[in-house]
């Protein structure tokens, strides 16, 4: 691989190239002088033939063919610096410096501040190195162009204390030989072998090679070994820990999340990945003081052992780690009120220890319920539900006490659970109606008397369709696939999909499951999602609010979410995603997928739809994005009723053989059911061995 196409080139291409308004073909028309440097391509596109298009995708794809045109004359297509880099890993440092000073000593801000002071070779080979899996890198197989004095660089380095550095004259080794090792090539280690006064040399896989030397090393039976490794590495350099630590603190304060580092610059700068506009407007702090932040990274550290611990079976570790979660989570509790004038968002408890404490103590639930210990789970129930007075969990957490205390024997305590947990406001959709039916079935006379209001709203009848499928399999646990009405083998949506295109309607649709409406969510509340609203944008690699999927969302935006709506309503909606589509697309955007949902799509579902049902789904999603967003029916189907454009749209949920609606499908069946949208269940059954 060369390289990529110019972002500029590439964003207004893509478009022609996904509507099928051209064919394009390119080759490399020359080699460039250096290696770094641009490299000359030259493009031929052709018009594809297309009779079946309307006007108005026809005036489209030309104007994005006119936009197309114009950045190719204008031809300023910059490569990214080959030390943009620096300059990236400068500007993260000065705005956690500039906005987080206060969680670090006087000794780190004096460290981490010393790095502008460094040369450009400095700078530069640090970040290179940091950014290089190692830990140990040859000084004499690093070379870069923009470097002009490697080894000075390092020493500067090493004086700072960002790298530490060894030679063949260090001695004794006070760092992992095993490290040291992974250096070497194959070859070199086998060299280093036959030097040896034993012979060694049948081994020739690498992991033998390193088994041997680090065995002989610990042993201590050669004493010339170390000379002979420190002899082929030569001098060798790592980041330090103290820089490593520090930077690793940085990167998670600048991106507030474990998943983005600084490689998120390159993908910007090379033009892979695009994230939207917006402002960001801090007034308070997410960590308050130091404490904060070493205690919600210590829980952090707690998460990463708890979860390698589950992978590795290690029950005895799960154990420790969940008791450590209960214990930090009863004494180290700060419970924040959120309704005085000066106090943080809600939204950043996320931020807090008591957020990821909480996280484990449900796993740790899951292994006691499986391991059959209801009383330890109901324990840890109790302390979570005590102490963590809000978010969507506690839904799960109220549900598997009122089962938990069910099968302790303890039916009225279970009952009283689950009538708790139904006036709960926290618990919504799915878990809200699994407690309602736990309290219809716990609570027959003698226990109470009294029937509740939502009985009826629960015995609702859902409209079923049933079909029958030739199955390929028929084993249990295993996913169903069936032969499908083309021959073909398919998955019981694709066959559910394939009834409703014949015999069902002639409808078109697709297999989305939530997808589909979530890309619709965030193409018409685009500039509703980013919009100026104090905290909740930290830094420019967001796809979305920080009080995203939270009750924040809707109530610090109300105003401009039902204006959204009411245009939505007047019969705007179409207009309002053509237009979003055009100037976003390609920008990254939480639930929004580009590549699977294509603009036709999205455009029928919305004209099926209809303005009213869309907005009212649209508040729904609003009002709370987290509980809302999964459960959804796998299929949305659309079908056109006129040449004059009217169309109808249907969801329907699949469900195989011996198959069962989860409570949060059920949620989603009523809560379209009451915005008046055709909902229906498709249970496909087995063909009788007779037919």
Not at 611 to 617: D, K
Request: glycine residues 6%; contains cysteine.
């Amino acid at each position: 691989m060369l390289g990529y196409l110019p972002r500029e080139l590439a964003k207004v291409l893509a478009p022609l190239l996904d509507t099928h308004f051209i064919e394009c073909e390119g080759f490399v028309a020359g080699l460039p002088e250096q290696q770094l440097d641009n490299v000359p391509i030259q493009l031929t596109c052709k018009k594809c033939e297309n009779d079946n298009q309307n006007y108005e995708d026809l005036r489209y794809q030309q104007s994005l063919w006119e936009n197309f045109l114009g950045v190719v004359r204008n031809g300023n297509f910059q490569q990214p610096s080959s030390a943009r880099y620096q300059a990236n890993f400068n500007m993260m440092l000065l705005d956690v410096m500039t906005n987080h000073t206060h969680l670090f000593s006087d000794t780190e801000t004096s460290f981490l501040g010393s790095f502008k002071s460094l040369s450009n070779d400095g700078q530069r080979l640090f970040v290179k190195i940091y950014t290089r899996k190692g830990p140990w890198f040859r000084l004499s197989s690093i070379s870069y162009r923009e470097i002009s004095d490697v080894e000075h660089a390092a020493m500067e380095l090493k004086l700072a204390g960002y790298v530490d550095m060894f030679s063949c004259t260090d001695v004794p080794f006070e760092h992992d030989m095993k490290e040291i090792l992974n250096v070497l090539s194959v070859p070199e280690m086998k060299e280093i072998l036959k030097e040896l006064p034993k012979d060694n040399t049948n081994c020739t896989r690498r992991h033998e090679l390193l088994s041997t030397l680090l065995s002989m090393y610990n042993n201590g039976t050669c004493t010339v070994l170390p000379k002979r490794i420190f002899k082929w590495t030569g001098t060798c350099i790592r980041v330090s820990n103290m820089a490593d630590e520090l930077l690793w603190l940085v990167q998670r304060l600048f991106f507030l999340n474990g998943d983005q580092d600084l490689s998120s610059f390159l993908l910007v700068d090379l033009g892979l990945v695009k994230f939207p506009d917006y402002t960001c407007s801090v007034v308070h702090r997410i960590f308050q003081e130091r404490n904060d932040l070493l205690e919600y990274e210590e829980a952090i550290r707690v998460a990463q052992f708890m979860d390698e611990s589950l992978d590795n079976d290690n029950m005895e570790l799960v154990s420790r780690c969940t008791d450590l979660s209960e214990n930090r989570l009863c004494t180290s509790l700060k419970e924040e009120d959120s309704s005085l004038a000066d106090s943080p968002p809600s939204f950043y408890s996320c931020f807090s220890s008591t957020w990821i404490y909480s996280k484990i103590l449900t796993l740790g639930v899951s292994v006691y319920e499986r391991e059959r210990r209801y009383a330890d789970a109901i324990r840890t129930l109790k302390i979570l539900l005590s102490k963590v007075a809000s978010g969507r969990r506690r839904g799960y957490w109220t549900l598997r006490l009122s089962i938990d205390l069910e099968h302790m024997g303890r039916p009225n305590e279970s009952l009283s659970i689950a009538e708790g947990g139904v006036t709960d406001p926290w618990i919504r959709a799915g878990p809200k109606i699994a407690l309602q039916k736990r309290v219809l079935r716990l609570g027959k006379p003698p226990r109470r008397w009294k029937v509740p209001s939502y009985a009826d709203s629960l015995k609702r009848n859902i409209k079923e369709v049933n079909i029958e499928g030739r199955p390929l399999n028929c084993e249990i646990g295993a996913k169903n696939v069936f032969y499908g009405y083309d021959g073909d083998r398919c998955g019981v949506e694709q066959l559910a999909l394939q009834y409703y295109a014949d015999e069902g309607g002639g409808w078109q649709g697709t297999h989305s499951e939530g997808g589909i409406w979530m890309t619709i969510f965030g193409l018409l509340m685009w500039d509703v999602i980013f919009s100026e609203v104090s905290d909740v944008f930290h830094s420019k690699f967001q796809t979305a609010p920080l009080d995203f999927e939270t009750d924040d969302f809707y109530k610090s935006r109300k105003d401009l979410i039902e204006a959204q709506l009411k245009r939505i309503q007047d019969g705007m909606a179409e207009e309002m995603l053509i237009s979003s589509w055009e100037l976003h697309q390609g920008t990254s955007c939480r639930g929004v997928n580009w590549d699977r949902h294509p603009m036709a799509d999205v455009r029928a579902v919305v004209a099926g739809v209809g303005g009213h049902r869309l907005a009212l789904l649209l508040r729904h999603l609003a009002l709370d994005y987290r509980s809302w967003s999964s459960g959804m029916p796998d299929l949305l189907l659309w079908r056109f009723l006129d040449e004059r454009g009217g169309a109808e749209a249907k969801l329907v949920e699949v469900k195989g053989p011996k198959d069962q609606l989860s409570e949060q499908q059920r949620a989603w069946i009523f809560v379209l059911m009451d915005f008046g949208f055709d909902v229906e269940v498709c249970k496909v059954s087995l063909v009788s061995k007779q037919r």
